[in-house]
């Protein structure tokens, strides 16, 4: 096992080599407004004082993340203001984007990966090298990653490096060393703490046993870790009298409901629901109010945003995340098993994701990837996981909308496809003769239905058949049929067609999670 | 036919297969991993072309990528007599078209593509210069359709027909071999960074390469002829494909009939550049006394680098034509694949700063060397450098300095064109040793071959 893992380390940088080189021709492809928002966090730390980090208003990309990213954004800066001061000129630098600050930050998002590198290494290295080659395979080649981290620009990949350094040692019994690295994380991107429940519960009944008086010392030392590394991030604020301004920023609930494209969640089928009763009720003659309210801009006082159906509130939702959470919370407070934390965890952003407020279609990434980690455990996994990455990656394409990059990401999930399709039949054909070829057709989905070996169901061949139709749809009938009118359809469709993806997904973790066996 | 054989070498080695990290892509046959490869391939070179091109925003002239929209334009404005002709509406020291017919052909095509989606971006006199972000995209988009509709199906006929005469062969090694050919640095830079067509011309080569190993003639005339007929340097493997394929005629039962159906084929369709020919004499002799599919590729390199080496007004991009074949013998010749592609990226370093492709030639190479030194279960592949390790090492130094030299410092006012000079002397040299050496391996090859027949005759 020692000798494996000494061949097979070079492996997982080989790999990440050549993603690193694709990474590296992408550099100029589409940035979004994340890109100016990164950089504008650049310039603030750099040029601001810490007790005008928070309060800063020179731009409207104003800091909502927690004080670690703050810190993160302020280490970068250095190097930044060395290679082009502009980039950290707060007033000078507003909307730069010249070949230097965009060739900086994404060689800045590049290097962070190595993070997420060592992450899925670190939660691997126990497993046999065939196992781990293959999830390597599917995490550092993940297009999730590729189009959100690289294209449309974000950091996600070193946040979800921490997300797998904490797992892996909770998995490995470890867990005060896990709890410190999800609290870490936490002060990086307070988004994570949808987990903490889950967190929370495995460690009370994992770490926190043996009688009363070792469990209530070991309470209190998980409590000290966790506390030391609050206090680190915030007490800097706290001494400036800052706390308040952070918390506000870092918690706006003056958002609506859904982000301005519906992330595939459950709200979207709420909303659509509520549209289709006030349009039946309004033809049968029944007086229905029609809101004043949208469900993307904030709460226009007590008015709901609905006809029929009963509002929704922040309070609400954080309510139904936590009811959807519950019988993951009772499995582990049963029996906290080390080898489920990452099922849990991941079932717990699930949840956050589709009955969250304000979710955007991005955070799929925290569940998709580390479900990545375990697909290859045995055949359900992986093709669950098959269809889950797919139907994520495909709702984020609306994130590039350039026609420029339509090419790269068509390819990138087409490839993916094919990779995972590739990896699954090794891991779980093996002896089996693969069937005779039939004639390739270049459509995702098309290919794993046509091919022996790793079988996928017939009604998932249908949905994935059908994700090819919306976007012919979207594409191209849409404006055959309707020309310029209805210009919202294409995306609702996307919306709601993944959203009945990312629902299956949510209920076959549920339905592994209840019948995971107890020893 | 092919999946059966290479299923039963899977069978046989077992053993080794269970660290063998290429395993999952591998294991489906040449197809899946073919499909796989290519995929990966069409998505770099669509990353690659998300950069600048060759003339970019600098007026008059612009550059390739300007010509070949010129050449759009004249082709679908002008009738057919007229686009070799000096006149009003064709001006010819304006980008005249100097490539033989199929390239205009090919405009033609891509001209009515881009007329239907932007026709501004190819209408008579008033497209000169014409540079907007839909008329790029639509430019790169028909190179990566030629790309993928020309070079891609070529590569795969040419490995399975390579293959198909090698039953001993790996699945990795097949798998790697294929990665060499379509994740070429040089090949991709030029066609979607510079900007030209080349995956046309050398991929109906490799059809003709591959014909010729599958014994299809008359398939091989045709192929290299349209491959001649869109750019003439194609004819740089002439001499190869005239020495081989006459040599096979002699040998058969009526060969002035042979060899008149072959030329039957080409006549109408060949214009050829003769005089560099004399300097390829003994391959050209070689392969008539001997032929051999083996011979024939190396015939093929040694033909390409003669015409580099010696002849008139050679661009810097012609070095694809001595790398095809070099990638074609990849797996022979690993460490010549591995050289001349590092000089042949060199001399083009010059050519791709000017045209803002710093970013993508260094991804490329890095992309390049990670698969060429992939991680393989077995290691023999690389124990076959035959070569004083001590004097690559310097001269890799050697390359590196100079690549930061050119970057970062400016020549002499007296010698401004210095380092352009050092680099191209440094390429030269590599070049003239490497033609050496496969000179060397085609008359080792001929004398064993040649050998072992005379034993079957005895």
């Known amino acids: 096992m020692g000798l494996q893992g000494a061949t097979s380390t070079p492996h997982l940088l080989w790999f990440f080599g050549i993603a690193t080189c694709v990474k590296l021709l992408l550099i100029p492809s589409y940035h979004s407004t994340d890109f100016e928002v990164h950089r504008n966090w650049l310039a603030l730390t750099h040029s601001l004082p810490l007790s005008q980090w928070y309060s800063d208003e020179t731009s409207p990309w104003t800091l909502d993340y927690p004080p670690f990213f703050a810190y993160f954004e302020f280490f970068l800066s250095i190097f930044a203001n060395l290679i082009d001061p502009q980039i950290v000129h707060l007033k000078k630098g507003l909307n730069y984007s010249s070949n230097t600050v965009v060739s900086f930050q994404r060689i800045t998002v590049i290097l962070s990966d190595l993070c997420m590198l060592y992450g899925v290494y670190r939660l691997t290295k126990d497993l046999d090298s065939k196992r781990r080659t293959l999830i390597w395979v599917l995490v550092v080649w993940s297009p999730m990653l590729m189009i959100v981290d690289h294209v449309h620009f974000q950091y996600n990949g070193f946040l979800l490096g921490f997300l797998f350094i904490s797992l892996s040692y909770l998995e490995e019994g470890r867990d005060l060393m896990g709890g410190l690295f999800f609290a870490v994380l936490l002060c990086f991107k307070h988004l994570f703490a949808v987990a903490a429940p889950v967190y929370f519960v495995y460690l009370l009944r994992h770490y926190c046993c043996g009688g009363l008086v070792r469990g209530l010392r070991r309470l209190l030392a998980m409590g000290a870790v966790v506390t030391a590394v609050f206090a680190v991030a915030y007490a800097p604020f706290v001494y400036h009298g800052q706390i308040q301004q952070v918390l506000r920023r870092m918690f706006p609930f003056g958002r609506g409901l859904c982000h301005a494209y519906w992330a595939p969640n459950f709200w979207v089928f709420y909303i659509i629901l509520d549209k289709l009763l006030a349009f039946f009720l309004r033809k049968f003659g029944f007086a229905t109010p029609t809101p004043e309210a949208s469900f993307t801009g904030g709460l226009v006082g007590d008015s709901s945003p609905f006809s029929i159906l009963p509002q929704i509130t922040p309070v609400t939702t954080f309510m139904i995340v936590l009811l959807a959470l519950s019988p993951c919370l009772i499995k582990a407070w049963r029996e906290p098993q080390p080898g489920m934390v990452t099922r849990w965890v991941a079932y717990a952003y699930t949840c956050g994701f589709l009955f969250g407020w304000h979710v955007h279609e991005k955070a799929s990434l925290h569940f998709v990837i580390p479900l990545a980690t375990i697909a290859v455990q045995n055949m359900d996994s992986a093709r669950h996981y098959y269809l889950l990455s797919i139907v994520s990656c495909y709702s984020l394409f609306p994130l590039l909308f350039e026609v420029r990059e339509y090419p790269i990401k068509v390819l990138l999930l087409l490839l993916y496809s094919i990779i995972m399709w590739l990896v699954f039949s090794a891991k779980f054909t093996d002896g089996e003769e693969a069937k005779a070829t039939a004639p390739i057709k270049k459509e995702a989905g098309h290919v794993a239905a046509k091919k022996g070996g790793f079988l996928i169901r017939g009604i998932e061949k249908s949905y994935l058949v059908g994700l090819l139709v919306v976007e012919i749809w979207g594409q191209l009938l849409h404006s055959i049929f309707f020309g310029e009118r209805l210009p919202f359809v294409p995306l609702m469709l996307i919306s709601i067609y993944c959203g009945l993806g990312i629902v299956y997904s949510w209920i076959w973790q549920l339905r592994w999670i209840i019948r995971s066996p107890e020893s | ?458």
């Open chain 2, 1 to 458: 036919m092919e999946k059966r054989r290479g299923r039963k070498v899977m069978k046989d080695k077992e053993e080794s297969v269970d660290d063998d990290p290429w395993r999952w892509l591998v294991h489906k046959g040449i197809v899946a991993s073919f499909l796989c490869i290519a995929v990966f391939a069409l998505l770099v070179r669509a990353a690659v072309s998300l950069h600048p091109y060759s003339g970019a925003g600098n007026p008059p002239k612009y550059g390739d990528f300007e010509a070949q929209r010129h050449w759009m334009e004249i082709t679908i404005n002008l009738p057919v007599k007229e686009w070799y002709r000096n006149s009003t509406t064709n001006d010819l020291s304006y980008w005249g078209l100097d490539y033989p017919p199929l390239t205009a052909y090919q405009s033609y095509i891509h001209g009515l593509f881009l007329r239907f989606f932007h026709p501004e971006s190819v209408s008579l006199f008033t497209s000169r210069g014409h540079e907007s972000y839909f008329g790029k995209l639509l430019m790169r988009w028909t190179v990566l359709s030629s790309d993928a509709l020309m070079f891609f199906p070529a590569v795969f006929y040419f490995v399975i027909v390579y293959y198909a005469s090698r039953p001993h062969g790996q699945k990795t090694d097949i798998a790697w071999h294929i990665a060499i050919m379509l994740l070429n640095p040089c090949l991709m830079l030029i066609d979607h960074g510079h900007f030209q067509y080349n995956c046309i011309s050398l991929g109906l080569t490799v059809g003709a390469v591959a014909a010729v190993l599958s014994n299809k003639e008359l398939v091989a005339c045709f192929l290299f002829s349209l491959a001649l007929n869109h750019k003439q340097m194609s004819a740089y493997f002439a001499p190869a494909f005239f020495s081989h394929l006459f040599g096979k005629c002699i040998r058969r039962q009526n060969p002035l009939l042979e060899v008149s159906k072959l030329g039957l084929v080409v006549l109408g369709t060949f214009v050829l550049v003769w005089w560099p020919y004399l300097h390829s004499m003994e391959a050209f002799l070689g392969q008539i006394r001997a032929p051999s599919n083996q011979g024939f590729l190396y015939g093929l390199l040694n033909s390409a680098f003669s015409f580099y080496i010696f002849s008139f007004q050679v661009h810097e991009k012609s070095i694809l034509l001595p790398l095809l074949p070099a990638s074609l013998l990849a797996l022979e010749e690993p460490f010549l694949l591995k050289w001349i592609t590092f000089y042949a990226l060199f001399s083009m370093f010059p050519l791709l700063c000017r045209d803002e492709l710093i970013l993508p030639y260094f991804a490329l190479s890095a992309l390049f060397i990670l698969i060429y030194h992939g991680p393989s279960g077995r290691q023999d592949r690389r124990k076959r450098l035959s070569f004083n390790s001590v004097v690559t090492t310097l001269l890799v130094l050697c390359s590196v300095l100079l690549h930061i030299v050119y970057i970062t410092m400016q020549p002499p006012n007296r010698y401004p064109f210095l380092f352009e000079a050092v680099i191209m002397f440094l390429c030269f040299s590599q070049f003239v040793v490497l033609c050496f050496y496969s000179n060397a391996k085609q008359w080792s090859l001929k004398r064993t071959i040649f050998m072992d027949k005379e034993k079957k005759l005895l």
